[in-house]
T-cell receptor, first 114, second 111 residues
Framework: DAMVIQNPRYQVTQFGKPVTLSCSQT?????MYWYQQKSSQAPKLLFH???????NEADTPDNFQSRRPNTSFCFLDIRSPGLGDAAMYLC?????????????FGQGTRLTVV | DAKTTQPPSMDCAEGRAANLPCNHS???????VYWYRQIHSQGPQYIIH???NNETNEMASLIITEDRKSSTLILPHATLRDTAVYYC????????????FGKGTLLTVNP
């Protein structure tokens, strides 16, 4: 059974039109992450939540925001998508922040901007 | 964080062992070695991790050299479904959350 679920798997949005990607988890993990993966590149961390505490990576553009209304759900909001934001967006969870814990990834949402 | 160096690509025959090397010569004492893989168009999948000792699970074995400057991920009997990009990641100890992906190794398992 899928433990980290991302919807939708494929999303097409118009240039400049706000879009929201969703992630849910059944693991009851404290930490949820959002990664961006552009074509032929490695995943790049955008931000993470530890419980309700939000932590933004220094180089994450302001265009990207996130919400975590409860333990199970986390959303990625792109306020004004540009062509350069076309990518796979990956959600991940981990039980804790310590180095001995592994992260579980969802299948990703592939975003196309037209 | 310590950097890792992996070959960009490797081939392996189906049924044979796949040995994927990773160099992490600047690793420090409290840093763990993690391996993830990413099958095309899917999310990364955790494989194994270790600190000093060799580790084995149902998916793979992780061999870490005594000086901890390099490691090898071993898939004992590679199948076509093991074709993926394999990422070796060094992760600091403590509460540092970062899982920083490098370029990884594209392993192609051939029939």
């Amino acid at each position: 059974d899928a433990m980290v679920i991302q919807n939708p798997r494929y999303q097409v949005t118009q240039f400049g039109k706000p879009v929201t990607l969703s992630c849910s988890q059944t693991l009851n993990h404290n930490v949820m992450y959002w990664y961006q993966q552009k074509s032929s590149q490695a995943p790049k961390l955008l931000f993470h939540y530890y419980d309700k505490d939000f932590n933004n990576e220094a180089d994450t553009p302001d265009n990207f925001q996130s919400r975590r209304p409860n333990t199970s759900f986390c959303f990625l909001d792109i306020r004004s998508p540009g062509l350069g934001d076309a990518a796979m967006y990956l959600c991940a969870t981990s039980r804790d922040l310590g180095a001995g814990t592994e992260a579980f990834f969802g299948q990703g949402t592939r975003l196309t901007v037209v | 964080d310590a950097k890792t160096t992996q070959p960009p690509s490797m081939d392996c025959a189906e049924g044979r062992a796949a040995n994927l090397p990773c160099n992490h010569s600047t690793i420090s004492g409290n840093e763990y070695v993690y391996w993830y893989r990413q099958i095309h168009s899917q999310g990364p999948q955790y494989i194994i991790h270790g600190l000093k000792n060799n580790e084995t699970n149902e998916m793979a074995s992780l061999i870490i050299t005594e000086d901890r400057k390099s490691s090898t991920l071993i898939l004992p009997h590679a199948t076509l479904r093991d074709t993926a990009v394999y990422y070796c990641i060094v992760r600091p100890g403590g509460s540092n959350y970062k899982l920083t992906f490098g370029k990884g190794t594209l392993l192609t398992v051939n029939p």
